[in-house]
């Protein structure tokens, strides 16, 4: 008989996600700004609902207050809550933010498949692809600005034409590195012996993109989409810096900074809070996508 009082008891396997979670958690720099990036999203979008400011209410006998207990950020020119502002400023930012990557992370991993998947249409592509890396960007951007500023406000109002602009200009010139490393993994999966095994019992190339090259060029996917929003913030606060973005009225982190800068001798602190929340969200951001491509890269989550 075989003596079973030495046998140790097996641990049962772990489903795949449980390991990048585990070794996400072990990403202290990931932990921290994911931590950091939900607390800006739930403060700037929770925040106004708790805050008894409005970010439009004008009262001119508390303009250029510092801080203090009534107006934690102090008050503007105009006598408008600081952060109320930053908390209405944020909701634009971030939406941004997220939909101009989700656009590019569109685009992108359309390109990357395509490119990947179907050899003739590789060169075509990846031509495309170097085409709008040589643009310079920010003059691009800004030419964008000047031509269609105009035309979108005037069909579907000043906010909403600019919010419109703002994203797809920042999308159609960001999504070139999510193509690139898309198709660098589309390539490497499709020689591989399951994708071989499904195109032999005839699969088509519509179930084959579906249900095995994209399944598996998720993990690449999902790293691009988070430097792809602090890409996006820093963009869309660059172009309302430069007084090109949203109406003046309208708060976003940049436009909060072009008006602070006037009066940047004698408060300083205007600059300061919204430096800070760009700040701290470009960095919780790209250390959280720091996190995810070591969590989802199985070569470095088995150690």
Do not use: C
């Not at 510092?66 to 020119?77: C, E, I, N, R, V």
């Not at 500023?149 to 070139?176: D, H, N, Q, Y």
């Not at 589309?186 to 519509?206: C, D, M, Y």
């Not at 999902?222 to 602090?230: D, N």
């Amino acid at each position: 008989m075989t003596d079973m009082s030495n046998t140790e008891p097996t641990t049962p396997p772990h489903s795949q996600w449980y390991d990048v979670w585990h070794q996400f958690k072990a990403h202290k720099g990931a932990l921290l700004g994911g931590i950091v990036f939900i607390v800006i999203v739930f403060g700037v979008f929770v925040g106004p609902w708790l805050w008894p400011y409005d970010a439009t209410y004008i009262d001119i006998r508390a303009r250029n207050q510092g801080p203090s207990w009534a107006h934690p950020f102090g008050t503007d020119q105009l006598g408008r809550d600081t952060l109320a502002r930053m908390m209405a400023g944020g909701q634009t930012s971030i939406a941004v933010g997220l939909t101009a990557m989700l656009l590019a992370l569109g685009l992108g991993s359309f390109v990357g498949i395509m490119a990947g998947f179907f050899k003739k249409l590789d060169g075509p592509l990846m031509r495309l692809t170097d085409l709008f890396l040589a643009l310079p960007i920010l003059p691009l951007l800004l030419v964008m600005m000047m031509l269609f500023r105009e035309p979108l406000s005037a069909a579907v109002g000043p906010e909403r034409g600019i919010f419109i602009l703002i994203v797809v200009a920042i999308g159609i010139t960001s999504w070139m590195p999510t193509a690139r490393i898309v198709r660098g993994d589309v390539l490497a999966i499709k020689e591989r012996e399951f994708v071989l095994a499904a195109r032999s019992i005839g699969t088509s190339n519509r179930h084959m993109i579906t249900r095995h090259i994209l399944p598996n060029v998720l993990s690449p996917i999902m790293v691009s989409a988070t430097l792809g929003i602090a890409n996006a913030i820093i963009t869309e606060s660059a172009l309302s810096f430069l007084g090109l973005g949203f109406p003046p009225d309208f708060p976003t982190w940049g436009r909060l900074l072009n008006d602070a800068v006037q009066y940047l001798q004698d408060y300083p602190e205007r600059v300061f809070w919204p430096g800070l929340a760009i700040s701290l969200t470009v960095l919780s951001v790209n250390y959280l996508g720091d996190g995810l491509r070591d969590a989802l890269d199985p070569r470095i989550r088995g150690r």
